[in-house]
């Protein structure tokens, strides 16, 4: 896809960005080895670039880590009154790489040249092209011919494994990544991590990835012709995935992002009157207006199917298990605005609230007993720091935002836009997968637009 040729330098700076290298492929790496990583990075960077962090800390000075790590340094003030120590270290703990990747970047990496940032995108990419195929035969031999014990004689799937490639993918689309996902893990747990919210983020940033490689980049044709099979790929899985918000991410936002891409004022009306063209098709097709089964069993399915979308969203706003949580989160937010409830006992507060209306609601007793958490990244840091952590970091995001904006990086700004509607629907950013989400590439593109300008 792009040049893969490394820089010339010492072998511990190679040493150094390969490591950088191994950890974007953390979407298809279990948990220990990504901790292994990490480590390896940080030490080797520190030992092999300690040079260039006299010359950047002279340049740069602390500035720009404040900058993006000072919502995390107050989320580690909250343990002062947090009760559950426990709890609230170990969210510090997984979050150490919100302070470890931007020292790494900023400060210790080797020079970072356009060229090296575009390898470690595209080495994501690559991650995730791994993840679609490792996933392909993780749902078939495990969910294939499922025996429900409870429904004698109900056999789900029957003979997935056995059949061919075009029948297998037939039978995934016609039930539910949801579905097939569940019965899958009752057989075998996957040691990568698996969540469809996850999963979909990164597919829709892979295709943002490749639609600007396919636009903007220099590539031979061949490669161009690569980043557009990458481009549908990524699609159909996002879209089988079904999260709602990465679905209208893809739908509404990446149709923007190649009308920015395209560079002549000839090139984008034609762009627009194909695009006003196709929606007309689809929205004229009822593809998005099918009727529900009748049986409860294929009616909860088919809320999981994207054709259901309208049907979906209605049906959340009406009485989803969503409600539940963000009745609980603005009922704890109220208690305590200014300074939250501490990093350590938000899930404990959680549980409670659940608790005290789950004899009333089944939606808050099915929230107690899953141990929901709040499903929205803004409200945990309010829930956790009150309202000043919440402004800090919304003050982060507009801030790089602009930044991205004023350097005409437009990827940049569509990877904020991505991240920030993830945020409101799942707290992302407290699991690892999503902490590193946040750090790698947010870190690589202020390095890019304002560290490298300055070094260059």
Request: hydrophobic residues 50%; charged residues 15%; proline residues 2%.
């Amino acid at each position: 896809m792009l040049k893969l040729s490394l820089s010339k330098g010492t072998i511990g700076n190679e040493i150094s960005f390969l490591l950088l290298l191994g950890l974007c492929f953390f979407p298809i790496l279990p948990f220990g080895i990504v901790s292994a990583l990490i480590i390896a990075t940080a030490i080797s960077s520190v030992f092999f670039g300690y040079k260039s962090f006299n010359k950047r800390w002279k340049k740069i000075s602390v500035k720009p880590l404040l900058i993006n790590i000072f919502f995390y340094l107050i989320l580690i003030m909250t343990l002062i009154y947090s009760d559950n120590l426990k709890v609230g270290w170990r969210r510090i703990e997984v979050g150490l790489s919100f302070l470890i990747l931007p020292i790494i970047i900023f400060y210790f990496q080797p020079r970072l040249t356009k060229n090296k940032i575009n390898i470690l995108l595209s080495t994501f990419v690559a991650s995730n092209l791994i993840l679609i195929i490792y996933l392909f035969f993780y749902l078939v031999n495990n969910a294939s011919d499922y025996d429900i014990v409870e429904t004698k004689g109900l056999i789900l799937f029957i003979g997935l494994k056995d059949k061919g490639f075009i029948d297998q993918l037939t039978t995934l689309w016609d039930s539910t990544f949801f579905e097939v996902l569940y019965y899958a893990r009752k057989v075998k747990e996957s040691p990568i991590f698996i969540h469809k919210t996850y999963l979909s983020q990164s597919m829709v940033w892979s295709i943002f990835i490749c639609t600007h490689f396919l636009i903007r980049s220099k590539i031979r044709w061949y490669f161009k012709g690569v980043n557009v099979l990458l481009i549908g790929l990524f699609s159909i899985v996002t879209i089988y995935f079904f999260s709602l918000v990465n679905t209208a991410i893809l739908i509404t936002l990446l149709p923007f992002y190649i009308l920015f891409l395209l560079k002549t004022k000839k090139a984008k009306i034609i762009y627009i009157i194909s695009g006003i063209f196709l929606v007309g098709i689809i929205i004229s097709s009822g593809v998005f207006k099918p009727e529900l089964a009748n049986n409860q069993y294929r009616k909860n399915r088919d809320y999981e199917k994207p054709s259901h979308i309208l049907l979906n969203i209605n049906k959340m706003l009406e009485k989803d298990i969503r409600n539940a949580l963000t009745t609980c989160n603005i009922e704890l937010i109220k208690e305590h605005p200014l300074l939250g409830h501490g990093v350590g006992d938000v899930q404990d507060n959680l549980q409670e609230c659940y608790g005290k209306y789950a004899t009333e609601k089944k939606i808050f007793k099915e929230a107690q007993d899953r141990k929901l958490n709040s499903h929205n990244y803004y409200a945990f840091l309010w829930l956790s720091g009150g309202v000043l952590l919440v402004v800090i970091f919304v003050w982060l995001l507009g801030h790089n935002f602009f930044i991205g904006i004023r350097e005409r990086d437009i990827l940049y700004v569509f990877f904020l836009l991505i991240l920030s509607l993830n945020l409101i629907t799942e707290n992302t950013m407290t699991r690892i997968n999503g902490i590193l989400f946040f750090s790698i590439f947010n870190s690589l593109f202020y390095y890019k637009n304002m560290i490298l300008k300055k070094n260059a």
